[in-house]
């Protein structure tokens, strides 16, 4: 319990001093995508060997997917498995309105 409290704090703390989008960027930067990448440039780089910038959509997407849970997903151990997960992203950005079934659908395509 104490521990939960002081994580409250700290996180009350870190959200005076930055923006949602720069505590999801240090976030982004930090957590584990698999296969021994850390941040989303080694991730880029490492799964797609170009930077973030240079991505494409369907490559964004699919690194999305991998950090709910990294080595399962990781693109060099299990592929078909972060097929998989990159389908439930773009599933869920359908039903978010953030996507179109076609665009999501157009996006998959790609990936393959």
Request: proline content about 4%; overall charge negative; aromatic content about 12%.
């Amino acid at each position: 319990m104490e521990r939960k409290v002081a994580e409250l704090f700290v996180a009350l703390r870190i959200e005076d001093h930055y923006t949602k989008e720069e505590i999801f960027e240090l976030y982004a930067n930090t957590i584990y995508f698999g296969s021994g990448y850390y941040g989303i440039y080694d991730a880029a780089m490492g799964y797609y060997g170009k930077p973030p910038s240079e991505l494409s959509d369907a490559q964004v997407i699919m690194l999305a997917g991998l950090p709910n849970a990294p080595s399962a997903y990781s693109l060099d151990q299990n592929p078909q498995l972060a097929k998989q997960r990159m389908k439930q992203v773009l599933d869920r950005m359908v039903s978010c309105s953030i996507l179109s079934q076609e665009e999501a659908d157009l996006l998959f395509e790609k990936n393959e």
